[in-house]
């Protein structure tokens, strides 16, 4: 059985180290309510949100640790995702490998501390629609309050202001074809996007300590910039 859920799902239901941690995998593109192409790979929301509510209900489930390597997805299944893991009061770690891109960046904000390594790479742009939309102000009244949603989770979960995650989104200087801008490991921890530069190790070390100190009742960073 543990078997077919690494192959089949890409789930570890709980590592056999010093402490039982549940290792979640979002990879791809983060699939909402309609499906993406049959080429592609997904994580679809409507699998990890039930995996989330038994993590937080399992007693023998001792911490979370999300691996990220994502483009993006769609905005609303995302975000609940992000709400979702960011409500887990057990001790959580992110960890941004390849890439955490679009709305994968509130995701990789969400658990209590977030890890990126060096080589890693973080997109930070507008919201985007595919497809066709109506032209009339209340459209893009609705892209604005979607953007600020994600603008005001990624602020309140991280260090980085609400302010200068804005100006990273409309950078106009740096993506040839789009607006935006490509932060590496490095500079998404000196923007106070993610917390620590670091690997597996170090995430699950942290996850470890953040056990044996007992500090599981709190339920998100608390690290926001007005």
Excluded: W
């Excluded at 609940?80 to 941004?96: D, F, N």
């Excluded at 009244?141 to 979960?157: K, P, T």
């Amino acid at each position: 059985m543990k078997h077919d859920l690494i192959t089949e799902e890409g789930i570890i239901e709980a590592t056999r180290g010093r402490h039982a941690i549940h290792c979640l995998t979002v990879i791809g593109t983060i699939e909402g309510h309609t499906l993406a192409p049959d080429n592609q790979k997904t994580t679809k929301y409507e699998h990890v949100i039930p995996l989330l509510v038994d993590i937080q209900e399992d007693p023998s489930i001792e911490g979370l640790l999300v691996i990220l390597n994502t483009v993006g997805g769609d905005v609303e299944a995302g975000l609940a995702l992000a709400e979702l893991i960011a409500g887990v009061s057990k001790p959580s770690a992110t960890l941004v490998l390849g890439g955490g891109h679009s709305i994968g960046i509130p995701l990789a904000v969400s658990a209590r501390h977030s890890f990126i390594v060096p080589t890693a790479t973080m997109t930070v742009h507008p919201v985007r629609h595919s497809g066709m939309v109506l032209g009339v102000p209340q459209t893009l009244r609705y892209f604005e309050q979607m953007q600020e949603r994600i603008v005001g989770f990624v602020a309140g979960h991280s260090a980085i202001s609400a302010k200068r995650f804005t100006q990273l989104m409309h950078n106009t200087g740096e993506l040839v074809m789009d607006m935006g801008t490509v932060l590496n490991g490095q500079q998404a921890v000196e923007e106070g996007l993610i917390d620590s530069l670091g690997g597996l190790d170090d995430a699950l070390r942290y996850l470890y300590k953040e056990i044996e100190q007992g500090r599981s009742g709190a339920s998100g960073h608390g690290k926001g910039k007005s």
